[in-house]
């Protein structure tokens, strides 16, 4: 059985890394922030997959992010996932010779689900991760977002889930904008909203803003992985002891050995 695991997400806009709380971003800092800011030793033996999302509004440049993902698999010892402007096989074939081990898709499943069928033959839907994104108006039924959030489907997220998997994704993460940034902990209802449509992995993304968040994320049936993207909350070691405290709780996480993965580490350098 597969374990259980730790996803970390970054978001980039044109040039620097955001913080977002409902999809409104703020600037934190550039590449040379983050890799001051962040012990990217520490958090390949913390975290299962990195994943890096192009969430520029004006002007987006797909050439301009890969090279950016370039500079940063450097950096990074763990799988990473990048998405934000895939909208044919040659732009995600951009993304995948930069360094991206996965793909991660989110406004084609609504407006060309046709792409991801391409996708998922031409690099294994095992590569695909689509993003779901909704909102839950006055705490009622969840309602699916698209184009960063701005634009409504007229579907329901049981519905995306299985058009995402029928079209060929391998994984599906689902994401909660009005939980994004808010350190309140995960919208848990909609996993069981879900209910058994998903035959694939599931990531849950949006509100966590401590451990033991991670925990119950991780503690819901249904669950396969739990992401986080905030900056600051985990900054430092943070994440380290994230994940030392989830063992703790019998979570089915890898371990690693540090020795072991340092000598991985200096054989991929």
Known sequence: MPHKRLVFILLYDSGHFMLSRNFRLQRVG?????????????????IDELIVLDVTRKNRNIVIFAEMLKKLVNHVFVPIGAGGGIHSVESAALLLQSGADKLVINSILHTDSTVINELS????????????????????????YYNKGQEAADISLKEAVRKAVDSGSGEIM?????????GNGYDLRAVDSIECSVEVPLIISGGAGNVRHLI???????????????????????LPL????????????AKWDPEEFEVL?????
């Not at 689902?174 to 808010?182: A, H, L, P, R």
């Not at 994230?242 to 996480?253: F, G, Q, V, W, Y």
């Open 30 to 46: 550039d590449i040379n922030w983050l890799t001051r800011h962040y012990n990217f030793k520490n958090i390949s033996h913390s």
């Open 121 to 144: 033959k031409t690099f294994g839907n095992q590569c695909i991760v689509t993003s779901i994104d909704f909102k839950r108006p006055n705490g009622g039924e969840c309602v699916i």
């Open 174 to 182: 689902i994401n909660s904008i009005e939980k994004d940034g808010t």
């Open 216 to 238: 119950e994320g991780l503690q819901t049936k249904g669950v396969d992985a739990v992401a986080t993207a905030n900056l600051f909350n985990f900054v430092g070691n943070g």
């Open 242 to 253: 994230a994940r030392s405290e989830m063992i703790s709780n019998r979570l089915d996480l």
């Open 265 to 269: 580490q200096s054989l991929g350098a």
